[in-house]
């Protein structure tokens, strides 16, 4: 019998209802503890969450199981524990050239082509298309149905909005918010919030 990857998640969100999920979906791994700040918290989706303690954090690898790009940097820089590898739904399409780096999830449905790079700690949510050469930072979120032509870079932390559509070659800056349905044809600077089609910069 193949032993499985034990993985814990820190957070109990929404968002990880569908990390459970993924977890779930791969018969080499499983859940081990669900963390969350919150003691009032006593379960999720019948999962037990335990009492963060240094003993069990450490125990096994984490997953940060929350949605705020920001958040999710800052409690990334403050855990000691180590940080689980890349956790993709049986469902999504990843090519065997894309690179996914640890604490990212790939949500199912979703689609990384070839040579796509997928930085630390990104969320790849449901139905989202990543095209060939994309290069996604870390703590980056494209949500779902969201689409990336080639070549398309995406800064740290930055939240690309349902059905939002980027044109290939694009630059897109650290820390932006494009909205949701969102199209993008020009390069977009650090830090901008955009919105409409085509997109246009509003803040």
Known sequence: MTK????????????TKVIIDCIQSNPSCELAYLFDDDISLENLQAKTISIATPERLREY????????NKIRKKIAEKLTSPIAGAVVHHNAITSPSCKINQ??????????????KIGK??????GAIIEHDCKI?????????????GNVSVGEGTQIGIGAQVI??????????????????????????VVGNPGRVIK
């Not at 690898?61 to 705020?68: H, Y």
């Not at 604490?103 to 070839?114: F, L």
């Not at 700690?121 to 449901?126: E, L």
Request: charged share 15%; proline share 5%.
């Open 103 to 116: 604490g990212s999830v790939v949500m199912p449905g979703a689609i990384i082509n070839a040579d796509a």
């Open 61 to 68: 690898p984490i997953l940060i199981g929350i949605g705020k």
């Open 168 to 193: 290939q070659g694009i630059r897109i800056g650290k820390w932006c918010t494009i909205g949701a349905g969102a199209v993008i044809i020009k390069d977009i600077p650090d830090g901008a919030t």
């Open 4 to 15: 499985k990857n034990k993985i814990s998640i820190y957070g109990a969100s929404g968002h």
């Open 121 to 126: 700690h990104a969320i790849i949510n449901t």
């Open 137 to 149: 930072g870390d703590y980056a979120h494209i949500s779902p149905n969201a689409a990336l032509a």
